[in-house]
């Protein structure tokens, strides 16, 4: 509970109070092991929050490495063999592969037996021995996937997991949901994957505030404010799950690169678009991605312009870098330094 707490107060949404007839729906759920809120407006609101209730856990479902009746488990289960995992499944495989191409190998789903091996998927936590991460190492890699239009086979011995882009998938479906049922105005809140939808009844933008990373568990300090129309939001933190041996803290995001935690100087990395269809997905990826990089990877890569986004990455030395494609938007809070990168 505990840690899905932390999860929540990663990104937290601040609302005012609009004073507005436009009605406010809201509904709250627990899925993919994180503490969700959706919010709709207008005559639709109530249907399209049981629609987006209904989606978020068939998704679940469908792509928890921990629930064993998941697709992604008999696809983990298959040692080796070729698994009818349908278009839907066969298509977010894609887009990871092409997200491990993009970022360098930094964003990688088949990093899924390193994960396991530091416990972050049962909770029992320890720093594997060296000689075993070698050993897992040799099982990631994209590339030794194979992939067609509705099936996936991998190799034996890999795993996949999606923790690092199902959210990310979960708000592009909500944004579609609210785009079908021609919803005005609202905001889902997935832990700390948002999508804000249309402005807020009074006119003015969402605002959503970044948690600072030196204050995980104080829901109300933020590195940051920013403030967004129809776009996605989504941060990755080492803050947000971790743990502690000898007096060291290992997080959750790892570098596929070494095996170990992405020890990268950066402590969060927050990353927008425009709310378009695939860009949750993408913002999700890309947040992941840009934490194994580190900064001056993820300064380079953000001006390759592979990918249009912006970006707020926090730094362990104090400082919040942002694109400048936020500097109208964004408000720099809790006694962090802001630089714009040009
Ligand atoms: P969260 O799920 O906490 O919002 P992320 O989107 O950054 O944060 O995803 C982190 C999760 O993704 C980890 O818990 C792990 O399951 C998986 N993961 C860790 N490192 C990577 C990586 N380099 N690439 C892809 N997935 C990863
Ligand atoms: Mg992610």
């Known amino acids: 509970m505990k840690r899905i707490l932390t999860i929540v107060l990663a990104v937290c949404m601040v609302m005012g109070l609009l004073g507005c007839s436009e009605k406010e729906q809201s509904l709250q759920i627990i899925a993919m092991d994180t503490a969700m809120t959706f919010t709709a407006y207008g005559k639709q609101a109530e249907d399209v929050l049981q629609d987006a209730s209904t989606e978020v856990r068939r998704l679940d479902k469908l792509l928890s490495r921990t629930n064993e009746s998941s697709l992604v488990s008999q696809l983990n289960a298959a040692e080796g063999n070729k698994v009818a995992v349908g278009q839907e499944v066969a298509a977010l495989l894609a887009a990871s592969a092409a997200y491990t191409a993009a970022t360098g190998g ?27 991460l070698e050993i897992l190492l040799e099982r990631v890699g994209m590339e030794k996937i194979s992939l067609t239009e509705d099936t996936a086979a991998l190799a034996p011995e890999m795993g996949i997991d999606l923790g690092a882009i199902a959210k990310g998938y979960a708000s592009d479906r909500i944004a579609e949901l609210f785009r079908e049922q021609e919803v005005q105005r609202g905001w889902a809140a997935l832990g700390g994957n948002v999508l804000a939808w249309g402005s807020r009844p009074d006119g ?21 404010m920013i403030q967004l129309e129809s776009a996605f939001a989504v941060t990755s933190g080492s803050y947000q799950r971790f743990f502690e041996e000898n007096g060291k803290i290992y997080h959750h995001i790892i570098d596929p690169a070494t095996g170990y935690p992405a020890d ?27 934490f194994v990089m580190g900064e001056e990877r993820a300064v380079e890569f953000w001006r390759s312009g592979s990918y249009e986004f912006d970006m707020i990455l926090v730094t362990e030395d104090g400082r919040v870098v942002i694109s400048p494609g936020l500097e109208d938007s964004f408000t720099v809070e809790g006694g962090y330094v802001c630089e714009t990168v040009s």
């Open 264 to 290: 990268s100087g950066l402590v969060s990395v927050t990353v927008v678009a425009a709310a378009e269809p695939g860009n949750g997905t993408m913002c999700d990826a890309l947040s992941t991605a840009l």
């Open 204 to 224: 003015k933008p969402w605002v959503i505030g970044i948690q600072d990373p030196a204050n995980p568990n104080d829901g109300t300090a933020y590195a940051g």
């Open 106 to 132: 930094a964003f990688d789903i088949t990093v899924a037996p390193v994960v396991s091996a530091w416990g972050f998927t049962t909770d029992s936590y320890h720093v594997p021995a060296q000689k075993e």
